[in-house]
């Protein structure tokens, strides 16, 4: 096991077979000093530094006919608890996140039985035209899949058309996970992970590159897992598409799925190890705070994490599964430095913007919190009364 952890370290490639033994078996503390060594060595002049970003998850939507049973956001046509921003709230809430420092817009919605190409090249286009300093880091295969079925398009003409129109990247999401049996028994209308998998490579050979993510602890398997990491090391081998690898746990308030399973936090640390050694071709990989806890995410920068995620100024998704987390700028940056790192804001594509090497010019902006607009909040609403703060 030793030789395996020492090869993976060094940069060597490992079978799944070996990652599946590493993450069944090896010591907690040696996999992750292998898989810090590992992101040591690939950053090497900046492995000093850890990242995060600050954006805003647009819910534009929760109207959903996908209905998926892990799932405590959606409502599905017709009910009486489904609701659609319109252009105006979602530019307004645009015009806050840069407001506050904001660089990236997450466009995460329900597959709306009436959405295809159509509205998302709208909404993009209007999202540039208002907005063109920010980054539109949205949406994923299901989407996708969703909308061309709506518009009556090939998955290609509608990649097309919605990066024509604005989007930057793909956020990744609805991965969950991709071997057929966990997949079918949390998300049974959800296209097979194979497709899923497919449309992410068709847009990265158009020229489209998304981050890539595994949701944990519905009762998957270790193998499964695993199996879920060799399928994207497989496809990331062909295109070199995916920027990141996040991985997250399961939530399991107010769904069908209920309090099934949850991943714990010895086994979201092994799996941020494991995904830093075994995916020896994605870049970057990302530890949680939201769904683990903020110790649990400090930690993950000592198992091969080199980015902590978001100040996401509004979520509703896992937070309506009972993500109750929050935390803020000074926060997160605070949590970063006293993991022994040097926090740096970052860009979609990661390059650092700022990075704060004094802790005495650290930004102070009591505005920039996760969650300032969110239906999870205590008394927040849906749409159209959400509680907004004054960014001015
Ligand atoms: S996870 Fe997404 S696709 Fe599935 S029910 Fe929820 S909103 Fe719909």
Redesign the pocket.
């Known amino acids: 096991m030793q030789s395996v952890l020492d090869r993976a370290a060094a940069g060597g490639r490992i079978t799944p077979q070996e990652a599946l033994e590493l993450y069944r078996n090896a010591p907690l503390h040696a996999l992750g000093q292998a898989a810090d060594a590992a992101r040591r060595r690939r950053y090497a002049d900046t492995a000093h530094i850890a990242t995060y970003i600050i954006e805003r998850n647009i819910n534009y939507t929760n109207v959903?006919v996908?209905?998926?049973k892990f799932?405590a956001?959606?409502a599905p046509p017709k009910s009486d608890k489904g609701w659609t921003r319109d252009l105006d709230d979602i530019l307004r809430r645009c015009a806050e996140t840069v407001e506050l420092g904001g660089t990236q817009i997450m466009f995460q919605?329900?597959?709306h039985p009436d959405f295809g190409v159509e509205y998302y090249e709208k909404h993009f286009a209007a999202i540039k035209k208002d907005f063109p300093q920010l980054v539109i880091h949205s949406l994923g295969a299901?989407e996708v899949e969703h909308m061309a079925r709506i518009s009556g398009v090939s998955v290609e003409e509608a990649i097309r058309r919605i990066h024509a129109a604005g989007l930057d990247s793909f956020a990744g999401a609805?991965a969950e996970l991709l071997p057929e049996r966990p997949r079918k028994a949390i998300?049974p209308l959800?296209e097979s992970g194979e497709r899923w998998l497919e449309i992410m490579e068709t847009a990265h050979n158009l020229g489209v590159e998304s981050t890539s993510t595994m949701l944990m602890g519905t009762g998957e398997t270790n193998a499964e897992r695993i199996e879920h990491l060799r399928m994207i090391r497989d496809v990331q081998d062909r295109t070199g598409g995916f920027r990141a690898f996040i991985p997250y746990t399961y939530q399991p308030e107010n769904n069908h799925l209920k309090g099934q399973t949850q991943a714990t936090v010895f086994e979201y640390l092994r799996m941020i190890a494991i995904a830093r050694l075994f995916l020896d071709n994605v870049a970057h990989i990302q530890g949680s705070w939201l769904t683990t806890g903020k110790e649990a995410g400090q930690l993950s920068l000592h198992y091969g994490a080199d980015d902590l995620g978001s100040v996401m100024l509004e979520e509703n998704v896992v937070s309506s599964a009972g993500a109750k987390h929050r935390s803020n700028l000074a926060e997160l940056i605070h949590l970063i430095r006293t993991a022994g790192r040097v926090p740096a804001q970052r860009a979609t594509t990661y390059e650092h913007l700022v990075v704060h090497d004094d802790p005495a010019n650290d930004p102070v902006n009591d505005h920039v919190v996760s969650h300032l607009s969110s239906t999870a909040l205590d008394g927040g609403t849906a749409h159209p009364e959400l509680k907004l703060i004054d960014a001015s």
């Open positions: 959903c996908t209905a998926c799932c956001f959606y919605g329900g597959h299901s609805g998300a959800k």
